[in-house]
């Protein structure tokens, strides 16, 4: 079974940088993408990051050239380098990982990120 474990979330002040992780169980090769999602009170869950096998890369509008998406296959992780951050960017981040030919979806459990004036 996959496991997707997110860590590095916390208070920051509005400005700031904070980059989350998240550690795979499974083999990183087999996920046609990784990303990082997320979900704000009373909000639903969005796309925030998407990193395709092939190295493409999709962000949301509200975080293209604040954000990066990275991954480091040998040591099995995902980042999110989130920099200058915003209020609007408190929210429960959640990892995701996808195989398309098996149809499985794997979530981790979320970090919350929460964006200080």
């Known amino acids: 079974q996959v496991q997707l474990v997110e860590s590095g979330g916390g208070l920051v002040q509005a400005g700031g940088s904070q980059r989350l992780s998240c550690a795979t169980s499974?083999?990183?090769?087999?996920?046609?993408?990784m990303a990082w999602y997320r979900q704000a009170p009373g909000k639903q869950r969005e796309l925030v990051a998407l990193l395709a096998s092939g190295g493409s890369t999709n962000y949301a509008d509200s975080v293209k050239g604040r954000f990066t998406i990275s991954r480091d296959n040998a040591k099995k992780m995902l980042y999110l380098q989130m920099n200058s951050l915003k209020l609007d960017d408190t929210a429960v981040y959640y990892c995701n990982a996808e195989i398309y030919g098996a149809r499985l979806e794997y979530w981790g459990q979320g970090t919350q990120v929460t964006v200080s004036s």
């Open positions: 499974g083999n990183i090769f087999s996920f046609n993408h």
